[in-house]
């Protein structure tokens, strides 16, 4: 591979147009995207389901979201979920059968 300064002057230039390009098309979609924000009730819906969508993929992927209690019934709700797994943590339930023997 050659790598001569001329080569590496001219993917320098490339990568600046490149960044220049890329920054330009996205202050353009979101000055767009701010104009809309800005109609009235439709924008604030608009900014509303935004907030929303943000809010869903900032949550974490591997987040249990169902368990089953202690009764055997399914537990969907996110609070739900987090005292139950304090109760088998502070409860004793996650102790294994049986003794072992160390010696």
Do not use: H, P
């Not at 604030?44 to 979201?65: G, L, M």
């Not at 609070?79 to 010696?103: H, I, K, L, M, P």
Request: glycine share 8%; charged share 35%.
């Amino acid at each position: 591979m050659n790598r001569c300064d001329e080569t590496i002057a001219n993917y320098k230039m490339a990568n600046k147009l490149a960044k220049r390009a890329v920054a330009k098309t996205k202050e353009s979609t979101l000055k767009d995207l701010y104009d809309s924000l800005e109609e009235g009730q439709e924008g604030q819906q608009r900014a509303i389901r935004i907030a929303k969508q943000k809010n869903w993929e900032s949550q974490d992927v591997y987040q249990v979201r169902v368990l089953k209690g202690s009764d055997g019934e399914l537990l969907t709700d996110d609070e739900a979920v987090r005292e139950r797994w304090r109760s088998y943590f502070q409860g004793g339930e996650n102790s294994r059968g049986g003794t072992r023997d160390t010696s």
